[in-house]
């Protein structure tokens, strides 16, 4: 059984404490490693690193911090294969899905971010024949960041990434469901030649570990990717203590169809946007809003679509949807599936547990297509974050519109038309950050992404990332005689 170490002041360690976590293998039910059940004494001690690190790091020339950024992003594709291996066993994931998406978007959260602080500018403003302000972006110090289980090595990456390249130093806490390969990012930052305590990486339960950050006098700013709940208790510590919060929370996203849609296309990005990852990716559409015209016809046929989809293996590269996280999560899913029928649900596809060949502790839930929900429901307002979509029908644009928007989230939309105005005044007016048109999950790292309402505070990517990870100071210089 492989034991996880922390990672801190540059060195792999064990918790001062000697407590671990049992890691478990989805596809399996059964445990296969430990990780450290770290507390605020190792908290304290990886706070600590980053601040004798940062003014190190923070002074350094630009070059040399992109060429360690740069490093690390090579030395993440070069071991791609086994870093996927190790998200799928981890997580439950297809393997397939890990290839071509986890750690490449990992490798290239590093490269990004590493060339975009080499052309990261700030503003001047002159006062006519008076004075010329000019804008300083300085690192903030030591920052924290706070990532899930459904994406391990993508989001933990895409924080990590920007705080480094803004020249702070970092601790970061992955989640405790799936450490493995924040585990194998800190050997490959020990390879990398990372100056100590630039990053440390403490694993534990958010409880006893990440909640420190939200307290400490030493940790400038928190970046976290999570649940609204997590979300709301961090901001609840760190606001009073005026520190910076980018909170990238929950989601129950709309998918909005139009008669008028590309419908082969639609029909295969639905699948994909409903089932990728077992419906466990925060921008995943789970309240599918279907034109009533042709509502039938796309209920036969994404049914149809959806049982053809495989359940099984997360290692076979011919599975579709591979396990559910974690028992807990597995049963909260199976909770909702029962919650949807007591509400009034009619189950047309799916809805319940499977136990594929040779795979028989595992936790899987089939695809599940729920209908004849109204958007009131708990069903069709909570976060089930698994394989379960409800379908409504709609039958004018307003409607639609009202049926996207009654929700406390705001992540993401999916529009489907090829009426440009429509396309156009909906995605003006729909209540999210992130708004896709004829497709889902195209991403443009330099791009502003995060949620609205419950979803979200404050924006990720590109210069926004920078933004947040740096302070702004103005310097206003009188040059009249
Ligand atoms: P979670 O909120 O339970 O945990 C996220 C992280 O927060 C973990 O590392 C956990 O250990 C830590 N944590 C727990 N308690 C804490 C505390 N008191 N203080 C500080 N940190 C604490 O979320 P999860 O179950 O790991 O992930 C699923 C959730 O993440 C879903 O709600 C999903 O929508 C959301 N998510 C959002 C986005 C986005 O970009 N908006 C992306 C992916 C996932």
Redesign the pocket.
């Known amino acids: 059984m492989e034991t996880i170490l922390n990672y801190i002041n540059g060195r792999l360690t064990a918790p001062c404490n000697g407590l671990h976590l049992k890691v478990y293998n989805p596809a399996l039910g059964k445990v296969y490693a430990e990780a450290p059940d770290s507390d605020e004494e190792d908290m304290q001690i990886a706070i600590d690193a980053a601040k004798k690190a940062f003014p190190i790091w923070s002074t350094m020339a630009i070059e040399k911090r992109h060429d360690y950024l740069m490093v690390i992003a090579k030395k993440i594709t070069e071991n791609l294969e086994d870093l996927a291996l190790a998200e799928s066993i981890d997580n439950g994931k297809p393997l397939a899905l890990a290839k071509a998406v986890d750690i490449p978007r990992a490798s290239s959260n590093f490269s990004f971010f590493a060339n975009a602080i080499t052309q990261f500018s700030s503003e001047s403003h002159e006062m006519n024949g008076q004075a010329i302000n000019y804008t300083l972006r300085k690192p903030l110090g030591v920052v ?1 960041c ?6 391990p090595l993508y ?1 933990f990456t895409w924080k990590i990434a920007p705080a480094l390249a803004a020249g702070n130093t970092v601790v970061a ?6 450490p493995m390969t924040a585990f194998l990012l800190s050997k490959i930052c020990i390879e990398a030649g990372l100056p100590a305590g630039v990053l440390n990486i403490v694993h ?4 006893k ?6 307290t400490h006098p030493n940790i400038k700013a ?1 970046s ?8 709301g ?2 901001a609840a ?1 760190a606001a009073p203590l005026f520190k910076k919060i980018s ?5 129950k996203n709309p998918n909005i169809i139009f008669a008028d849609c590309d419908y082969e296309k639609m029909l295969a990005t639905t699948v994909r946007s409903s089932f990728s990852n077992q419906g ?4 995943c559409g789970s309240r599918i809003l279907v034109e009533k015209s042709i509502y039938e016809k796309f209920k036969r046929d994404f049914v149809k679509r959806t049982k053809g989809l495989k359940v099984g293996n997360p290692l076979h590269e011919d599975t579709n949807v591979g396990a559910i ?1 974690s028992k807990p ?1 597995y049963e909260k899913i199976k909770r909702y599936i029962d919650l949807a029928q007591q509400e009034g649900g009619t189950i047309l596809c799916g809805g319940n547990a499977v136990q594929p060949d040779g795979f028989e502790d595992g936790w899987y839930v089939e695809p599940t297509i729920i209908e004849g929900l109204n958007m009131n429901c708990r069903t069709n307002q909570e ?1 089930i ?1 698994g394989p379960v979509v409800t379908l409504m029908p709609f039958e004018s644009d307003e409607e639609a519109l009202d049926l996207a928007n009654e929700s406390t989230y705001g ?1 993401a939309t999916t529009i489907w038309t090829q009426n440009i105005n429509r396309a156009h005044l909906l995605a003006s007016k729909v209540e999210a950050g992130i708004i896709w048109v004829n497709t889902w999950l195209i991403r443009d790292l330099r791009t502003p ?3 609205m309402k419950n ?2 505070v404050g924006r ?1 990517g590109g210069l926004e990332a920078l933004r947040f990870f740096t302070e702004p100071k103005n310097i206003c210089i009188d040059y009249s005689k």
Request: with cysteine.
């Open positions: 924290g706070i990532s899930p289980w459904n994406l989001l806490k992955p989640s405790e469901v799936t534990g339960q958010g409880d570990t990440a909640a420190v950050l939200s928190i976290f990717t999570g649940s609204t709940l997590v979300g208790k961090i510590k909170l990238e929370m929950g989601g466990q990716i925060c921008l996280v999560h976060e974050f992540l992404f995060g949620g979803s979200g990720e």
